[in-house]
């Protein structure tokens, strides 16, 4: 366990009243690759994992692209298996999980607890470089031979599968590491770093929302970590452990697999949850409806989620008594999510609703995240699922939560935090007409496999029945209008950072901690002086003109 | 947020204004940090226990599918050398716990006496486990398609094991591999402590990491703790 | 900062130490133990073996935990999420094996017979329920009546 000892440092020594990008804080590049600033981590992991969503996104249109027409469109049946796998398998592990801790996490927790950074700098920069160690090992896979097993790795495929799937298991199994050293850096700065008056009921619901899933990550990564590594060991030494014919359970890894991969979930929803309690309180300028009912329920959803793992098993040859049991505890991860969404309409409504790019953003997730998750309860009805599962119904599901859900919430608090973390505003116009293609091709891509599903369009098929074309065509347009929406978004982005204005400590007049008592950048240290917290982060009612709209720290000094 | 006091002010509220050479910058109180180290560790347990316990519930549940294949297959450890193994194990954890006790005290020749005590425990249990193994590897005891005990060649007292029982080996070589794998990680973290110790780096004030490395060693004693009976023991 | 809600407000770290003799004394509780549980292991109790033996391993543990690793003068929330980490280990036990007990169990009424209690029967291996094939090859009727009596 690293503990910080701050030994003698030389001239090297950062200026930690320096703004946090500009070169008194850390000079070149040695000052971004050994630093332990949880800003320029926290920036190092956004351009990380946007660089894997990128690539996970070409996968995507890869196969959304052979699927356009019946039969070979542009590749084989063999490359088609390791596209929709690499896709599946970039996204979880080397985007949705680590993006929004690792990026935004990173850079707003600590500025929301009032403190100079994360509980442990050192292990926060490890936990950055396990990342890049294990995303190399997936690299190497893609080029050894590539993986065709699906992202899940079910066995006995994946212990037969002539692929290179030792690596990428491996990758994986590195990845988890990460993560689970985040998750364990978060848990410690929230418990032990958060300023003078800032107790539990007023912590920011992001901070909640982070919380929950790091308990996630820590009580259910190592099983992860055991699963794959058994899964390697399997395929190198012949252990035996899944394979029938010595006496193993391949059903029984599918148990492994989903104790994780279900809580899973929910660390990649909650953290998108998280992100968007905090556009809806800003950008309707009210207190948030049910505070403690939303805090709360990212925990139910935490432990909840632990006790459902087997929804994803039911035709799998589990028992029908375990079927049977598992779909009725699966009944109870809705709940908290409901409650969630009643909230956060209850939040909207009479509030003074502002429709920036963050909050349409915010919107969206709202609108898709519910089709998402009560889809989720079809699925989750056990004689439904009999005829849903392995269909496109399933792949919209997991799309309108995951994508729908969490990259819409993403995008979102990258936009509402841009000007804080690069100091920079951007063109609201430009990357409003990027989310409106966003939204529509979103919508057009995946909507459309509901019907697809329901009618029988098995997932993972490379070829399909001539009833099921012009869905796929429908679907395929759909993947580039999302590619138009990106793109529109990060061109918004980069001029952004070229020529964008210079922004105001709070340019949406945000009552959060991360906007008071901060520059734009932030400076090293975040706070010049400690700030005591006297209020909760949703308390319009409680802030003076000022503090909303003008009064910056910068005016004061002047 | 709507106070907010000089850092000066701040920092004369947290300590006396002085701040010890081995207080990171963003900690305002040695205490705070001490809480810090330790609630990590204790969250790093919680993980490892997750860790091990996923092989413990596959074993569990192998040796419930085939009860008498693990019978006969677990008669073949050696159940002495297993028990040394945890008496050394326990020793080392007394070792260990009684290192933090003289670091807590500032006495630093007894600490070093202490760690180094535990490390050639650590040493020893490795030893011992070298023995076990290769006569398992001797035996042909390996696990899946290296194992080689069903072979006439290999009878035990006229006996072969069943084919089957290459699971009871699969598993016992990813437990105890495991665990062993912690034991050498367990025994750089007190080797380092060691050398931070003998360089005077600790005082009744700050033993944050010798009483971090003795968690992980009390815990790297605690999974044994479980192993040994229920892999060596239970029939 | 936060947790400053205890006696001593100076700052500075507060750990119990324990007595040598204390220590001592727990070591050779340690020790007793696996005595015990070596013994117990040279008689047969039937199912009860691994129950009995995970019972002393968890008093073992329990000292270890509560004494060596400073538990009982600790904050009560390490205690807790150490705890925690067994219950959740039991809740993943605990429906795993409640499926592999439970398998190949099948409602003879329906139609569906899936796998036998090993997974190597998969493939081919199971004995299939005739009703089973009869639906089978009757789709039409056999689909949408799943429990005939
Ligand atoms: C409202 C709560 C939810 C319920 C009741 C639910 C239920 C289910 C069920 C039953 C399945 C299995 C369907 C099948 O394979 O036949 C499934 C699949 C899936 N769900 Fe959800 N879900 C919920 C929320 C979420 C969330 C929040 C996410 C992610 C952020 C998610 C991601 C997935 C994924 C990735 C799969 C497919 C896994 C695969 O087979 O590759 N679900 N869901
Ligand atoms: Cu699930």
């Known amino acids: 366990m690293a503990t910080e000892v701050a030994g003698a440092h030389g001239h090297d020594e950062p200026d930690h009243l320096a703004p946090y990008l500009s070169p008194e804080a850390g000079r070149g590049i040695k000052g971004w690759l050994l630093t332990l600033d949880h800003k320029r981590i926290g920036l190092m992991y956004l351009v990380s994992t946007l660089l894997a969503f990128f690539m996970g996104g070409v996968f995507a249109l890869l196969v959304r692209l052979e699927l356009f027409a019946p039969g070979r469109t542009i590749m084989s049946a063999e490359y088609y298996n390791r596209a929709f796998t690499l896709h599946g398998a970039i996204m979880v592990f080397l985007f949705i999980i680590p993006a929004v801790p690792g990026a935004l996490g990173n850079f707003v927790l600590p500025i929301m607890l009032g403190t100079k950074d994360v509980a442990f700098p050192r292990l926060n920069l490890l936990s950055f470089y396990v990342y890049l160690f294990g995303a190399t090992f997936a690299l190497y896979s893609i080029i050894s031979g590539s993986v065709d097993t699906g992202w899940t790795f079910y066995t006995p495929y994946s212990t037969t599968s002539n692929t290179s799937v030792v690596s990428m298991v491996l990758g994986a199994f590195i990845l988890g590491f990460s993560s689970i050293l985040t998750g364990l850096n978060f848990i410690v700065t929230i418990h032990k770093l958060r300023a003078p008056g800032l107790h539990w009921k007023r912590l920011p619901l992001f901070v909640w929302g982070t919380y929950a899933t790091s308990i996630i990550q820590v009580l259910a990564t190592p099983v992860l970590a055991i699963t794959l590594l058994l899964l390697a060991a399997e395929r190198t030494f012949g252990l035996g452990i899944f394979d029938p014919a010595l006496g193993g359970d391949p059903i029984l890894f599918q148990h492994f697999f989903w104790f994780y991969s279900h809580p899973a979930v929910y660390i990649m929803i909650v953290p998108g949850m998280a992100v968007a309690s905090e556009l809806f309180a800003t950008f309707s300028r009210r207190a948030i409806f049910g505070y403690f009912a939303i805090a709360m329920s990212s925990l139910g959803l935490a432990l909840v989620g632990f006790l459902v793992w087997g929804h994803h098993m039911y035709t799998s040859g589990q028992s029908e008594f375990a079927t049977t049991l598992f779909a009725a505890l699966t009944m109870l991860v809705a709940i908290p999510s409901g409650v969630k969404v009643f909230n956060w309409t209850a939040t909207l409504y009479k509030g003074s609703i502002v429709l920036t790019t963050p909050m349409l953003y915010a919107l969206s997730f709202l609108i898709l995240f519910t089709i998402g998750g009560l889809t989720g309860l079809f699925v989750g009805a056990l004689s439904v699922d009999i005829h849903l599962h392995d269909t496109y119904f399933v792949v919209a599901h997991f799309h309108y939560v995951m994508m729908g859900g969490t990259v819409m919430a993403f995008v979102g608090g990258i936009l509402y935090w841009w000007p804080k973390m690069t100091g920079k505003l951007y063109d609201e116009s430009l990357a409003k007409k990027g989310w409106f293609f966003v939204f529509v091709g979103f919508n057009t891509t995946f909507l459309i496999q509901f019907i697809m599903g329901s009618k029988g369009m098995p997932r993972r098929y490379y070829d399909y029945l001539p009833q099921f074309e012009t869905y796929h065509k429908i679907s395929t347009v759909g993947s580039w209008l999302l590619l138009v929406g990106f793109l529109l978004t990060a061109w918004a982005l980069i001029k952004s950072i070229r020529s964008g204005e210079k922004s105001p400590p709070n340019p949406w007049g945000s009552a959060g901690f991360e906007w008071q008592g901060t520059e734009s950048p932030p400076v090293m240290q975040n706070f010049r002086v400690t700030p005591t917290i006297t209020r909760g982060p949703y308390d319009y009612h409680l802030c003076s003109d000022e503090e909303l709209f003008d009064g910056f720290p910068e005016d004061a000094e002047k | 947020m709507a106070s907010a006091h000089a850092d000066s002010e701040h920092a004369e509220h947290a300590g006396h204004g002085d701040h010890p050479p081995y207080l990171a910058h963003h900690f305002d109180t040695p205490e705070q940090q001490f809480d810090s180290a330790k609630l990590g560790m204790w969250v790093f347990i919680v993980t490892e226990i997750l860790m091990f316990g996923g092989l413990f519930v596959a074993y569990l549940i192998y040796k419930g599918q085939e009860p008498a294949i693990f019978i006969e297959a677990h008669n073949r450890l050696d159940w002495k050398m297993g028990s040394v193994n945890t008496i050394v194990l326990l020793f080392s954890s007394l070792t260990a716990a009684l290192a933090v006790r003289s670091s807590q005290l500032g006495k630093k020749n007894e600490t070093t006496m202490w760690l180094t005590i535990t490390i050639l425990c650590a040493l020893a249990f490795l030893g011992i486990k070298y023995v076990e193994y290769s006569h398992k590897f001797h035996d042909g005891l390996l696990p899946g398609r290296f194992f080689t005990a069903h072979l006439p060649e290999h009878a035990h007292n006229g006996h072969v094991l069943p084919q089957r029982a290459s699971m009871f080996f699969a598993l016992y070589f990813m437990m105890t591999g495991l665990h062993g794998l912690h034991v050498v990680i367990g025994m750089s973290i007190l080797g380092w402590v060691l050398v931070r110790n003998h360089r005077g780096q600790f005082s009744p004030e700050y033993f944050t990491p010798v009483e971090i490395g003795a968690l992980y060693w009390h815990l790297v004693d605690l999974v044994w703790i479980y192993l040994f009976p229920l892999v060596y023991l239970v029939g | ?149």
Do not use: W
């Open chain 3, 1 to 149: 900062m936060s947790d400053h809600a205890h006696a001593h407000d100076d700052g500075k770290v507060h750990a119990h130490v324990s007595s040598f003799f204390f220590l001592c004394a727990i070591f050779t509780a340690l020790i007793g133990l696996t005595v015990i549980t070596v013994a117990a292991s040279r008689f047969d109790f039937g199912s009860a073996n691994t129950i009995i033996a995970v019972l002393i391993a968890t008093v073992k543990a329990t000292l270890v935990a509560t004494f060596f690793m400073h538990l009982k003068y600790d904050k009560g929330f390490h205690a807790l999420i150490f705890i925690m980490s067994f219950v959740f280990l039991g809740v993943m036990l605990g429906l795993s094996s409640e499926d592999v007990d439970s398998r190949g169990r099948v409602d003879t009424s329906s139609t569906v017979r899936i796998l036998e209690r090993r997974g190597e029967q998969a493939p081919g291996g199971f004995v299939p329920d005739p009703r089973g094939v009869q639906a089978r090859e009757h789709p039409t009727s056999g689909a949408s009546q799943p429990a005939h009596h």
